[in-house]
């Protein structure tokens, strides 16, 4: 395996991924606020309502926060011993 390290972004309201990412040796390196995909996201829905706090809403958009999380190759293969 050729690559030295491995970079992913992963939203602050996954958390379940972000648990898996973490268990696999990644480390957040980065947390910043993204434009989030989806416009039209239902703001009194209950998945909505359960993670608002990792929403941002200004004028007509709405943001999330974003961990970017690294894993080392040292650190890969270390998790597989």
Known sequence: MKMRRMYLEVA????RAYTVYKKMGFKPVAYYLDEFFDSNLDLNGSHYLDVKSNFVITDKKIYNYIYKM???KKDFFRRLQ
């Open 12 to 15: 602050e309201f996954n958390q």
């Open 70 to 72: 690294k894993l080392n």
